[in-house]
């Protein structure tokens, strides 16, 4: 079972400034926010309840049944971290392309224009008339 397959069938919620929230809306977050409301700021409330039942104990045999439930929860949300980094890098890659295509064909039209400058009154009535 994956972590998003259990995540859905056991209805994970997530504590965060406005509530809980579920799976589906942690795609939503922004990755970080002053208001407390981010990926950042849930994944940070889900480890602290981890380590919150996660206390060292000499005498308990048993291991809390929260404990998995929160560690599933926090690779869910790491998992959907990882996922909106690559998205945003992938996004300014491609800004950067885009940018860098526009001062290209800027360029390009400047020296075509140049070219068209240097043509004689012939050449120029030449090509008026081939249009």
Do not use: C
Request: charged residues 30%; proline residues 2%; without cysteine.
């Amino acid at each position: 079972m994956t972590i998003f397959e259990k995540a859905t069938r056991e209805k994970f919620r997530y504590p965060s400034a406005k509530g809980l929230l579920t799976t589906e809306q942690l795609w939503e977050l922004p990755l970080t926010a002053k208001s407390g409301f981010s990926l950042d700021d849930v994944a940070k409330a889900v480890n602290a309840e981890l380590k919150a039942i996660d206390t060292e104990s000499f005498v308990a045999t048993e291991t809390n049944p929260a404990k998995a439930t929160l560690e599933t929860k926090l690779e869910v949300v790491k998992h959907v971290i990882a996922i909106r980094l690559a998205e945003d890098q992938s996004a300014k890659a491609a800004a950067a392309k885009k940018l860098e295509k526009e001062k290209l064909l800027a360029v390009l039209g400047r020296k075509q224009d140049a070219v068209l400058e240097n043509l004689t009154e012939a050449e120029l009535l030449a090509r008026i008339n081939n249009l």
